[in-house]
Nanobody, 125 residues
Framework: VQLQASGGGLVQAGASLRLSCAAS????????VGWFRQAPGKEREFVAG?????????YYGDSVQGRFTISRDNAKNAVYLQMNSLKPEDTAVYYC??????????????????WGQGTQVTVSS
């Protein structure tokens, strides 16, 4: 069981990036998936989440609402985070995580069962 996050990089403020989260197991669409981020010296912060299966229900943290979009491609066993209008305060390591429980999108890290290794996003001003 493995999650692989990728797509991070160094960009200027106002630019866009798309992060990808790929799962090694075939039943990935049975899991709710969340994106979190952690900046140096700060706690891990919920960014976005998408419900299991094809329901498509999503939820966003207040700081990214309207700028970030989470989506999933069940055929590819992947979840994406499209990040637009990036700001320097978006700089962090971004992690994807999978939650096998049934219910709404969880915003607390402890609710998630599996984690990817993280990908660095740096936004310069």
């Amino acid at each position: 069981v493995q999650l692989q996050a990728s797509g991070g990089g160094l960009v200027q403020a106002g630019a866009s990036l798309r992060l990808s989260c790929a799962a090694s197991w075939r039943t990935f669409n049975d899991y709710t998936v969340g994106w979190f981020r952690q900046a140096p010296g700060k706690e891990r912060e919920f960014v976005a989440g998408i419900i299991r299966w094809n329901g498509g229900r999503t939820y966003y943290g207040d700081s990214v609402q309207g700028r970030f979009t989470i989506s999933r491609d069940n055929a590819k066993n992947a979840v994406y985070l499209q990040m637009n209008s990036l700001k320097p305060e978006d700089t962090a390591v971004y992690y994807c995580a999978a939650d096998r429980s049934v219910g709404p999108v969880a915003t607390m890290p402890d609710a998630y069962d599996y984690w990817g290794q993280g990908t660095q996003v740096t936004v310069s001003s």
